[in-house]
Nanobody, 121 residues
Framework: QVQLVESGGGLVQPGGSLRLSCAASGNILRINDMGWYRQAPGKQRELVAT???????NYAESVKGRFTISRDNAKNTVYLQMNLLKPEDTAVYYC???????????????WGQGTQVTVSS
């Protein structure tokens, strides 16, 4: 069984910062790509940022220059540092990881439970 547990969401004023964390645990053989997605009310879930096991990153245009994704492979954890937050960043943020576990032959995608980020004055 593999679990992703997120933390770090909350309420912040426009221009503020938050740092999200997501730790993977369980029967893990290898973690491949990790990433963050978000879903605002009435909208589809969208990619925010991804990072490969080697550290290569990819960002949505809307967050480039403001958000930074990183990971600690020794801790099976991915982070999202969010700076200069805007009201339009308000959403539920979900962690995603492509994991080879001890129970399946092929890697599969796992999702966290989501953490609410609200940017409002």
């Amino acid at each position: 069984q593999v679990q992703l547990v997120e933390s770090g969401g909350g309420l912040v004023q426009p221009g503020g910062s938050l740092r999200l964390s997501c730790a993977a645990s369980g029967n893990i053989l290898r973690i491949n790509d990790m990433g963050w997605y978000r879903q605002a009310p009435g909208k589809q879930r969208e990619l925010v940022a991804t990072i490969t096991s080697g550290g290569s990153t990819n960002y949505a245009e809307s967050v480039k220059g403001r958000f930074t994704i990183s990971r600690d492979n020794a801790k099976n954890t991915v982070y999202l540092q969010m700076n200069l937050l805007k009201p339009e960043d308000t959403a539920v943020y979900y962690c995603n990881a492509i994991i080879n576990s001890g129970t399946t032959y092929y890697p599969r995608a796992y999702w966290g439970q989501g953490t609410q980020v609200t940017v409002s004055s």
